[in-house]
């Protein structure tokens, strides 16, 4: 069981890794930098976040605590804390969902130590029905897009572009995180009409694919809207397996 708490651990990591100079064959001057009103409702101290995950087949997963809220804005650098609780059923049910089990200790046990650099996450098992992971990160939220600071102790002086909402299908943003490692985001689709069941509303997307070496997972999608932010996250691992977690801005509903 204790394989699991650190597979959890790692998996939790990656799901707030969104919600690290670069190059670039985007055709944006500089792709690395955004701009915009900072003053938006999106990024506003005290909207709160909660995430649903979807499996196929589905997998009841259930939280006893869920929640990311903003506690800072200076000037659209955005400070979140989360705070989650779970109990070992919920770890068993995400190491399945994702194929973890599947993977070798070495090497999932060195993407934790990374993960948790990267965000700082903190996780409590001393209940284990009812442990806890806690993390405090910050983002860019602008009305042009978003930025991640995630790096060697949650670096500010090197943002990296998670989307931009004028960026196309095609565009591609490229660049050297603080750990070396070379990471890709393209952009593989975008809406012309509200075809995105977020709730009850219907919205416009755009989805932008992050590949890097990783040897836990093969790829992440994100998905945005220009109103209400990262709205989704696809996590597709070594083994084939995908889980989807929609963000829900519910202050904003």
Same mark, same amino acid.
């Given at each position: 069981m204790k394989r699991f708490y650190n597979i959890l651990l790692a998996f939790c990591v990656v799901t707030l890794y969104f919600v690290a100079c670069s190059s670039s064959t985007d055709p944006d001057s500089n792709p690395g930098v955004i701009g915009g009103e900072t003053n938006i409702e999106l990024s506003k101290v005290g909207n709160y976040f909660s995430v649903i995950i979807v499996t196929d087949p589905q997998t009841d997963f259930n939280f006893s605590e869920n929640n990311?809220? !903003?506690?800072?804005? #200076?000037?659209? !650098?955005?400070t979140f804390y989360h705070k989650s609780a779970f109990d070992s059923t919920f770890i068993e049910s995400l190491a399945n969902a994702l194929g973890l089990q599947d993977l070798? #200790? %070495? /090497?999932i046990l060195p993407a934790l130590v990374d993960y *948790? $650099?990267? !965000?700082?996450? $903190? /996780? #409590? @098992?001393?209940?284990?029905?009812?442990?806890? &992971? @806690? *993390?405090?990160?910050t983002v860019k939220i602008t009305s042009e897009g978003?930025?991640?600071?995630?790096?060697?102790?949650?670096? &500010?002086?090197?943002? %990296?572009? /998670?989307?931009?909402? *004028?960026?196309?299908?095609?565009?591609?943003?490229?660049?050297t995180n603080t750990?070396? !490692?070379?990471?890709?985001? @393209? +952009?593989? *689709?975008?809406?012309?009409? #509200?075809?995105?069941? /977020?709730? %009850? &509303?219907? &919205?416009?997307?755009?989805? +932008?694919?992050?590949? $890097?070496?990783?040897?836990?997972?093969?790829?992440?999608?994100?998905?945005?809207? %220009?109103?209400y932010g990262l709205i989704g996250i696809i996590l597709k691992s070594k083994t084939g397996k995908e889980v989807k977690l929609t963000v829900f801005p519910t202050s904003l509903f």
């Open positions: 990311t809220t !903003i506690t800072k804005n #200076d000037n659209g !650098i955005v070798p #200790d %070495h /090497l *948790a $650099k990267r !965000i700082g996450g $903190k /996780l #409590d @098992t001393t209940d284990k029905e009812r442990m806890t &992971l @806690t *993390a405090e990160f978003m930025q991640e600071y995630f790096g060697k102790n949650n670096n &500010l002086t090197t943002p %990296h572009t /998670l989307v931009k909402y *004028a960026w196309n299908v095609g565009n591609v943003y490229e660049f750990e070396e !490692i070379k990471v890709k985001r @393209t +952009v593989v *689709a975008k809406s012309t009409t #509200d075809d995105y069941s /977020l709730s %009850h &509303l219907k &919205l416009k997307v755009i989805k +932008v694919e992050e590949t $890097k070496e990783d040897p836990i997972i093969d790829k992440i999608t994100y998905i945005a809207n %220009h109103k």
